[in-house]
């Protein structure tokens, strides 16, 4: 059995008006794992986007059209947020990821 792929977490924070574009940047840049939004203190997640981009990332933003759409609708609503970016520490890790089922979990709050 092989171990889970490394990831390693980046932070930031931007402007709501900002989000979708530093997000869109992110995404051309690949090897993302998934996308975190939170509110400017930290405390509330108010999006989570897991994405496996290894593959996809050369293919355009197109793909990605209804998550971006979704980070759109937080950034009018939020004048300023903390993004978390996770990313795949071997971006060959991603294209690993991408062949097997996709494990969904969901909080029930």
């Known amino acids: 059995m092989n171990p889970p792929p490394r990831s390693f977490f980046e932070e930031f924070t931007v402007a709501g008006n900002k989000l979708v574009e530093k997000v ?55 004048t300023q947020v903390r993004v978390i970016i996770e990313r795949y520490e071997d971006p060959t890790d991603a294209e690993a990821e991408n062949k097997g089922p996709t494990l969904i979990e969901i909080d029930e709050d």
Request: no cysteine; hydrophobic share 55%.
């Open 24 to 78: 869109k940047e992110i995404l051309e840049q690949g090897n993302v794992r998934r996308v975190i939004i939170k509110d400017s203190t930290g405390q509330r997640t108010l999006l989570e986007v897991p994405l496996t981009l290894g593959v996809a990332a050369g293919a355009g933003l197109a793909w990605f059209a209804a998550p971006l759409a979704a980070i759109g609708a937080v950034a009018a609503l939020v």
